[in-house]
């Protein structure tokens, strides 16, 4: 394996409190040495004047379809869509078809991972059978083999006996579940969609469930002011929770949703402005711990239809990064170590995952930024499969440039 440099660029990496401009040394797939002027040698070097150096990001939460629905997306083009938006580890919830349920349906994604994937994905078991609520899977077995993350996301465990037993057994196995909290029986239709009330009523009754069994619980997608509140004042008591929160549930609101139709549609929905900032207030404090994509592609025949027959979702992946540099970085004045925290190196932390820091020795997955490009997204360009995006034709400033896992590029952009 080569030995690069990446030349004069500013390194960012807040889990060594780095923010500086250096030069750094990658050797056999990993860093070897974060430093200013480190002398040249003979290997490859890349200028990186004006560029950020990163840690890869980490996407806690996202949706690959492969196996099931590759006419949606697969394997290979989501994580090529990925690498193009600067991630180096992934984590793909299990809405696929057969669901990794049991270790023979897992490990058949495995093989088609390790064949195709060109970013590292961590593949989420489902919690129950099927995704139905009803049976667990088999997580011991699961667990054992090394599963760390369950999850069904996509669908609220309704019945809270099954989530009772489901937390007790985790909490035994010291793996997480995370939960896609929708309370489902109570939704109403378009234009209000879902009501904020079953965003607040399943964190709810799942904190009380969490406080009887024990065991670690990540929220995925919060959308509500209220729900930003019940997670801070569960945290304040102590119980092992994190949560996250989607860059289109922090740039767009419901209006959106007269703009741009279904493909402003997803679950949980968009809220209000206030909801917005008490996202922002969550994250700051850490009420919320990180911002994951929730990358959900879908075909237009899922998107092109009536509004409550329509699919939930968009695609993340391309967009989320340089959204987030162009809203909160320039717009609302939040430092990039800020953003970066919150989009690798606290995942990185709350799933035990590879990445999120520059620490020598470690792997070199590195993510390469512009940060004063400016750009038009252009759905058409993308690596996914699906096009089902708001931010069509959105004016941006900040694009990934390059992307190394191991040290070896995967993504080379202008």
């Known amino acids: 394996m ?38 040249h040698g003979s290997y490859q070097q890349i200028e990186c004047s004006g560029l950020w150096i990163t840690p890869g990001l980490v996407d806690g939460h996202c949706h690959l379809r492969e196996p099931g629905a590759e006419h949606k997306e697969t394997i290979a083009t989501g994580t090529q869509g990925a690498a193009r938006g600067g991630f180096t580890t992934i984590v793909a919830m299990a809405n696929v078809n ?19 994937a060109v970013v590292r994905v961590v593949q989420a078991a489902s919690v129950t059978k099927d995704l139905k609520g009803r049976d667990l899977c088999d997580m011991a077995t699961l667990a054992a083999a090394g599963v760390r993350i369950f999850s069904d996301d996509g669908y609220f465990i309704d019945r809270a006996a099954v989530l009772y037993q489901a937390l007790k057994l985790a909490a035994k196995l010291d793996v997480t579940l995370a939960l896609h909290e929708e309370d489902t029986s109570l939704k109403l239709y378009w234009p209000t969609a879902y009501e904020p009330l079953n965003e607040i009523v399943a964190i709810a009754r799942d904190l ?13 997608h919060i959308s509500t002011a209220r729900g930003v509140e019940l997670i801070r004042n569960a945290k304040k008591e102590k119980l092992n929770i994190t949560a996250e929160a989607c860059p289109h549930h922090l740039t767009l609101t419901a209006d959106d949703v007269y703009v741009h139709g279904t493909d402003a549609k997803m679950a949980p929905p968009l809220r209000t402005e206030e909801d917005i900032a008490e996202l922002m207030k969550g994250l700051d404090d850490g009420t919320i711990d990180l911002i994951a994509t929730d ?7 899922d998107k092109n239809t009536a509004f409550d027959l329509a ?34 190196t606290i995942p990185a932390k709350v799933f035990d995952l590879p990445g999120g820091n520059l620490r020598l020795g470690n792997p070199a997955d590195i993510c390469v930024i512009d940060p004063k490009q400016e750009w038009i997204i252009d759905k058409q360009q993308m690596a996914s499969k699906s096009r089902n995006t708001p931010y069509h034709n959105r004016v941006v400033q900040g694009k990934i440039v390059r992307t190394l896992v191991d040290g070896k590029i995967v993504f080379e952009g202008r």
């Open 208 to 220: 009380e469930i969490l406080r009887v069994t024990g065991g670690k619980v990540h929220f995925q």
């Open 311 to 344: 699919a939930n979702g968009i695609v993340g992946f391309e967009t989320a990064l340089p959204l987030l540099i162009t809203e909160l970085i320039y717009r609302k004045g939040l430092s990039p170590s800020w953003l970066i925290k919150r989009m690798s």
């Open 295 to 301: 990358h959900a592609p879908h075909g237009e025949d």
């Open 98 to 116: 057969p669901v990794p349920h049991s270790l023979h349906e897992y490990n058949k994604i495995q093989k088609i991972i390790k064949q195709t």
């Open 2 to 39: 080569s030995t690069l440099l990446l030349k004069n660029g500013r390194v960012i990496d807040p889990g060594q409190d780095i923010d500086i401009i250096a030069d750094v040394l990658i050797k056999e797939g990993k860093i070897a040495a974060i430093a200013p002027n480190i002398e």
